[in-house]
């Protein structure tokens, strides 16, 4: 539950663009270096950045990195 809190919080934060690219939008969250994904749509854009944030988090899990809170939310 705390890790689907934290990925909801940082899609809140999520911000997008359009880009000249295949995959046209873009997004990334502000705070979370590294973690950002693209997409043909908006709706496969934020499911890409769903998925690059929970491995984002699992990577730094496994490697005993912190992980910085979003607002009130932690891992």
Wanted: aromatic share 8%.
């Amino acid at each position: 539950k705390l890790i689907k809190e934290y990925i909801e919080a940082a899609l809140n934060r999520a911000k997008y663009e359009i880009i000249e690219d295949e995959e046209p939008f873009y997004a990334e969250v502000p705070g979370i270096k590294g973690v950002w994904a693209a997409g043909k749509t908006v709706e496969e854009c934020r499911r890409n950045l769903v998925e690059v944030i929970d491995g984002w988090i699992i990577v730094r899990l496994k490697r005993g990195l912190s992980i910085p809170a979003i607002g009130k939310h932690r891992i």
